[in-house]
């Protein structure tokens, strides 16, 4: 049982990726997408393990002293992850051998390996191996007088043991080059895949002389962190431009073997690499389960998947002609990805080629690779715009292409920022500038997700967009913040590193005040994180009074509800479900007048203390309400969601024979789809 009142932050992330795990055993789930959970499974814990177990691993060269001021006991926490990540790895073996392949051959398709190959796929298979992978092979022998081969970063790699000779060798399997996945010659109605790793084991006897006893494979994380030294000072793109050259050569965090290998095989490559006990890591045959996000679907079927939900069309929005003139009407939502994102790519280019238009400032966090929103700043460049881009430099794996954009922006004549020295901009905000008889009306867009056309399909997010001036005044107070380091003063938007963390605060106080004096109390809160422990003690203190909170947290959540006499009126659900819940909604009844807020800013310390994040009030009464339904469908859920407690079980949210099925991102889809 759960002892503090803080869950450890990594534990509890292990418990979101459990979560993960657990859509991947669901068998309501359609196979291919079991298997992109996998996938995703694979993905996060490979990021995980170079940025917070690298991190981790870092507080052990600190002095005891240090350490027990931050209250950090790496060693205790390495070892309850390691231990939380070897169950997982079982139920991950248990879910691919025991369930997706079974299935899968139910279907007719199977993955085989080089033990199975009939004459043809040899043959194929043979062929196949000559022409694409050898000339990719870099065979290397481990010997005394050769320098060791560099094992990059999240590569897959052949460790070779001869039958005759204590030599070793390395191959890697260029599964960045290839497809990770080759469809063989079929019979019938049967279709047969191999792993690339295999075609490269049934042919490895042309690439050694020596014959091989066996092929072991292993892959190396490393640590992500770019350890900019002293961001303060100096030109940081610059330190960042040189930091991201040395990423994938930071320390190793995880050393993935096959254990199978003997553990004198084993040893010697913990000696020869100079790895640690605490990086090895046991794993099977096969690594880099990432890759399964493009496993073959020959059969070409739509059941396998999904079914389609195509972005809706705003029904008000769709058919007008003028972006900015219906917004100088009246407020709007949009909801990604039930809505299409397309709508904000026309109000920049509308803005672009509009000749009243002066000015757009935009932040940009995370950016797509091929961005529409960044072809239609250029645009508005070409046209003689002022256009002012704050750029996050920092956005951990998303900073080369940032940079990149932010280079093409500037050479297009914007004006360029980038992230001042710690702090991250990570607000999502957008304001477009025009004249109106001789006044500059100004337009804005305030959302819970990046500017990022490809993910708003993914994710699931909330954009204002509205003209009214006591929002859009604001909003120019944080480009001036940005701009010219003038602190905001907001009495509408809860701006942070200023106001938002107090003004939460005192918004749970509100609560509480109210308890006490027997009026309503009730508060609904919607995150991706829960981390800060101020905030979380707020909520035991509300909890106490007799505040009853309801808290839908994605990812994240040191809270341990349930607790009596600290936390029994607190419930948590989180949903794992098809889209990514993204968005941040939060919700204050104060005794019926009720009010609530969209924000970028989860309730971590990050984002209250360190980074530019913006919440904004949803004034207009209509929009109120459609995102207060959207809050009770995803509360009301029964099918993805699951509750939070002190033992990080992941129970599913139980439904009674009596009660509807309510799966919440549907339900959220089918309300958008017949709302007028």
Known sequence: MQES???????????????????????????????????????????FFRVRVASLRSFKDLKKKTRKALAVKPKKELKQIQQMVAQQQQMFG????????????????????????????????????????????????L???????????????????????????????PSTQLSRFVELPSLHSKHYITF???????????????????????????????????????????????????????????????????????????????????DLIPGARYHNFNDFFSFPNPLKDSSLQDISLPPLSHPALENEDSLLAAIHKK?????????????????????????????????????????????????????????????????????????????????????????????????????????????????????????NEKTARLYTDHALLTADPRLTSEVLQVFDYLEHKKEPDCKHLLVSPFTLRQRFLELVDREI????????????????????????DKLYEASQAGVQIQLIVRGICRLVPGVEGKSENIEIISIVDRFLEHARIYWFNNN??????????????????????????????????????????????????RHLNADLTNVYKPKSDMEPRVHAQLDTYRYLQHKP
């Open 196 to 278: 690339l790793d295999d075609i490269i084991r049934y042919n490895l006897h042309t690439v050694f002389d020596e014959k091989i006893e066996n092929a072991y494979a292993i892959k190396l994380s490393r640590d992500a962190e770019l350890n900019i030294e002293n961001e303060y000072e100096g030109n940081l793109v610059e330190k960042i431009k040189k930091g991201l050259k040395t990423r994938n050569i930071g320390l190793p965090t995880r050393f993935l073997y096959d254990s199978t290998m003997s553990e004198a095989l084993l040893l010697k490559l913990k000696t020869t690499f100079q790895l640690g006990k605490n």
């Open 331 to 451: 407020d709007y939502l949009l909801h990604f990805p039930y809505q299409k994102y397309d709508y904000v790519i026309r109000l920049i280019q509308e803005a672009a080629m509009d000749a009243q238009v002066q000015s757009i400032r935009i932040t940009l966090y995370r950016v797509a690779s091929k961005s529409a929103i960044v072809t239609a700043l250029l645009e508005a460049c070409e046209q003689g715009k002022q256009v002012t881009v704050f750029i996050e430099a920092k956005a951990r794996f998303d900073e080369e292409n940032n940079l990149q954009w932010g280079a093409k922006l500037e050479a297009a004549g914007a004006t360029v920022f980038y992230s001042q020295p710690g702090i991250k901009v990570h607000s999502k905000i957008l304001l477009i500038s025009r004249l109106e008889n001789e006044i500059l009306q100004q337009y804005a867009y305030i959302a819970t997700g990046n500017f």
């Open 94 to 141: 248990r879910i691919f051998r025991g369930e997706i392949l079974p299935a899968l051959q139910e279907k007719g398709i199977y993955l085989i390996d080089e033990t199975a190959y009939d004459e043809e796929q040899r043959h194929f298979v043979t062929k196949y191996f000559t022409t694409h992978i050898q000339p990719l092979l870099k065979p290397v022998y």
């Open 592 to 641: 019926g007048e009720e009010g609530l807020y969209i924000a970028s800013a989860d309730w971590m310390t990050r984002n209250l203390d360190h980074r530019v994040e913006v919440a904004v009030p949803i004034y207009n009464p209509q929009l109120f309400n459609e995102l207060c339904t959207i809050l009770a469908i995803q509360w009301q859920d029964n099918t993805k969601a």
């Open 143 to 173: 010997t005394e007088n050769e320098p060791l081969p560099f094992l990059e970063n999240a590569q897959l790699y052949f460790v070779i043991l001869f039958q005759a000779s204590e030599k070793l060798a390395i191959v890697n399997i």
């Open 513 to 536: 005040a109210h308890a006490q004096a027997g009026r309503k109390a009730s508060i609904r809160l919607k995150m991706n994180s829960l981390e800060d422990k101020r905030m979380i």
């Open 5 to 47: 009142p803080y869950i450890k932050r990594d534990v509890s992330w292990l418990a979101f990726n459990h979560r993960v795990l657990q859509e991947a055993q669901d068998k309501r789930v359609p196979l291919y997408e079991r298997i992109k959970f996998l996938a995703i499974y694979s993905s996060n814990l490979d990021e």
